[in-house]
């Protein structure tokens, strides 16, 4: 029965030899099969570097110092008359009539800033693409050599980058207001000889300032790399050879390496020297009269600092072979293998430095001095000085992996059929290196004063004396690192067959190898030191009776640092193997 079977699937064989050939447009017997090969390589190379400099230096000085004078002017008196001894009465002239600084009020809007920014950045992307098809069909019925397919793909990337930035700022500045009114006493006369004074001393309106020194520094670095690397390789190979024949061989190669490196660095450094004072002043031989007193000073400095990498890597790798033969007696399996090895290095280090150092004085000293008296309007002082660095430094690395081979291997062979050979082999690594160093430095010394004087010969009364004083000082520093590592490898072996007699088996490999390293460093560094002096000292003096308002004062003085340092890595590996048969 069996030797029937294989008599009549001969026969049938032969009658469709003719039909086949028609329709390929005939082959001649014993034709070797095709050789196909295809082989491409990619390579990129990407080098930066930014640098940045920004350094602003003031000196400023700001002075309003209107300067009123006045005297008493005698006027009048007899002339003296003799006759060899004297004659003459008293002075007949009234009082001196000079009048006495008398004026409308005094207002200083004072300011200075100063300022530096820089900034140094890279992009880079880059993107590399590789498709490669390969059909043979052989037409051959009796004695066809299989066809013969090779392909070969390499990829390399390399980017370099390095970002550098640098921002100094230093002030020195002075905002003076010094308003003086000096007026001289008024003698009077009854007739019979000088007596006390009888004039008022220096009235006026009311005087204020508003003083602000304000200095920054700014600096950013950063590095932003994006890497993509897809590889497509597609073979397909067909027979219509029916006796004798060769099975196909197919072999795919794919290289993918990736390599990114960067370097961000940024620093920022203020200094100020800042001093605001307030010094009207009123001299009088006789009495004093004045307005209110109000002084808003304030002195800020600040330096900001930030350096970070972003670095995003994505490698695509997908093979695909497919062999059929109709081959029915006799007839060689098919020989496919595919090579995959994916590589990805990211290395990232990220430093930034921010310093802040100040030095503020807020002075507000009104001085009244009378022989006679002293009546003032309220003195009210706002003073503050604000002092501050900040410092970040990060990292982000993000790798993907993906790899997908796929083979398959159809057979209608009935007899004498040899297995198909099918390989599969993928490798992927992944290293990623991170680096994130920050430093906040704040260095403060301030003295915020206010201190109204009153002295009299006679009595002292005054308004109210309020000062709301403040100073604040403070560091922050932050450093970290993300990285998230991803790897994926999908491979699937499909050998089929249908022979019934002397029949090969297939053979099936798959080898696969994922290594992700992820090292991570993160420091962070603050210090915050404050010397803070605040002082409400009203001061009055009289030779009499002193009356005053309310006395109060609201001072507080804040000092802080605050440091933060931390890693995160996430790894996620997924490997799929099928094989049927």
Not at 328 to 343: F, I, N, P, R
Request: include cysteine; charged fraction near 0%; glycine fraction near 20%.
């Amino acid at each position: 029965m069996r030797s029937k079977l294989i008599a009549a699937a001969v026969s049938i064989a032969a009658l469709a030899i003719p039909a086949q050939a028609l329709a390929d447009g005939g082959g001649s017997a014993g034709a070797g099969g095709l050789g196909q090969a295809q082989l491409a390589g990619q390579s990129a190379v990407t080098l930066q570097g930014a640098l940045s400099s920004a350094n602003a230096q003031q000196t400023a000085t700001n002075t309003n110092a209107p300067v009123s004078v006045a005297g008493g002017q005698p006027s009048g008196g007899g002339k003296p008359c003799g006759c060899g001894s004297p004659m003459g009465g008293q002075p007949m002239g009234g009082p001196p009539k000079g009048g006495m600084p008398h004026g409308g009020s005094n207002s200083a809007n004072q300011g200075a800033i100063n300022g530096a920014a820089s900034g140094a950045g890279n992009n880079a992307n880059t993107t590399q693409n590789n498709t490669q098809t390969q059909l043979a069909s052989a037409g051959s019925a009796i004695g066809g050599g299989g066809p013969g397919q090779a392909q070969g793909s390499s990829q390399n990337s390399v980017t370099g980058q390095l970002a550098g930035s640098s921002a100094n700022a230093n002030q020195t500045a002075v905002n003076g207001n010094s308003p003086s009114s000096t007026g001289g006493s008024h003698p009077g006369s009854n007739g019979y000889g000088p007596s006390g004074p009888q004039g008022n001393g220096p009235s006026g309106g009311d005087p204020s300032a508003n003083q602000g020194a304000a200095n920054g520094a700014v600096s950013g670095a950063g590095n932003n790399a994006g890497t993509t690397q897809n590889n497509t390789q597609t073979q397909t190979a067909g027979s219509s050879c029916k006796f004798g024949c060769g099975g196909s061989g197919q072999a795919q190669a794919a290289g993918q390496s990736a390599t990114t490196l960067q370097g961000a660095l940024s620093g920022a450094n203020a200094n100020q020297t800042a001093v605001n004072a307030n010094v009207p002043v009123n001299i009088a031989g006789g009495s004093v009269s004045g307005g209110s007193n109000s002084a808003n000073q304030g002195a800020i400095n600040g330096a900001a600092s930030g350096a970070g990498n972003n670095a995003n890597t994505t490698q695509n790798n997908t093979q695909i072979q497919t062999a059929n033969s109709d081959c029915k007696v006799g007839c060689g399996g098919a020989g496919q293998a595919q090579l995959s090895g994916q590589q990805a290095v990211t290395g990232q280090l990220a430093g930034s430095s921010a310093n802040a150092n100040q030095t503020a004085v807020n002075a507000n000293v009104p001085v009244n001095i009378a022989a006679g008296n002293v009546s003032g309007g309220n003195n009210s002082a706002n003073q503050f000085a604000a002092n501050g660095a900040l410092s970040g430094a990060g990292n982000n690395a993000n790798t993907t992996q993906n790899n997908t081979q796929t083979q398959t291997a159809g057979s209608n062979c009935l007899v004498g059929c040899g297995g198909a050979g099918q390989f599969q082999a993928s490798g992927q690594s992944a290293a990623t290196l991170q680096g994130a160093f920050s430093s906040a430095n704040a260095n403060q010394t301030a003295v915020n004063a206010n201190v109204p004087v009153n002295i009299a010969g006679g009595n002292v009364s005054g308004g109210s004396n309020s000062a709301n004083q403040g100073a604040i000082n403070g560091a922050a520093s932050f450093a970290g690192n993300n990285a998230n590592t991803t790897q994926n490898n999908t491979q699937t072996q499909t050998a089929g067959s249908n022979c019934l007699w002397g029949c090969g088996g297939s053979g099936q490999a798959q080898l696969s190898g994922q290594e992700a390293l992820t090292g991570q460093l993160a420091s962070s560094c603050a210090n915050a030191n404050q010397t803070a002096v605040n002082a409400n000292v009203p001061v009055n003096i009289a030779g009499g009776s002193i009356w005053g308002g309310n006395n109060s004062a609201n001072q507080f003085a804040l000092n802080g640092a605050l440091s933060g340092a931390g890693n995160n890595a996430g790894t996620t590996q997924n490997g799929t193997q099928t094989q049927t048969g």
